[in-house]
């Protein structure tokens, strides 16, 4: 009976497939300065057929007055430069938000991957 249930398994393990492979692209860095009385950055999308591997974001302040999220499809996914690497696919937008009305810089630190089928 095992046996078969093994078999059974293997056959349908043959019958899956990736995806695609990834192939390393680029590395790409997004930054810049947000005005007062602006809590998010701009949007960040991966190109069509490309994926991204976000390594780092950070946000300097002026002042200590507020939290900053990364955000991933306007969810919160990591908190005050926390960020382990996530990643994200063309269909995704990544952002930055923060609770501080400052003048301030932001950064995004990424790895693109082009998916081969």
Known sequence: MRSIIYSIILLISFQLSAQGNLQ????????????NGTTL???FT????????????????????????LEINGVPVANNGNTTP???????????KYTC??????????????VIP
């Open 24 to 35: 390393f692209n680029q590395v790409l860095t997004f930054e810049g300065t947000i005005l």
């Open 86 to 96: 996530i990643w994200i696919n063309d269909q995704d937008t990544v952002r930055m």
């Open 46 to 69: 991966p190109p069509t057929g490309k994926v991204w591997k976000i390594e780092y974001s950070n946000l300097k302040k002026n002042t200590n007055c507020g939290n900053q999220d």
């Open 41 to 43: 950055t701009p949007e």
């Open 101 to 114: 009305g400052n003048t301030l810089w932001y950064f995004i630190s990424v790895i693109e991957f082009n």
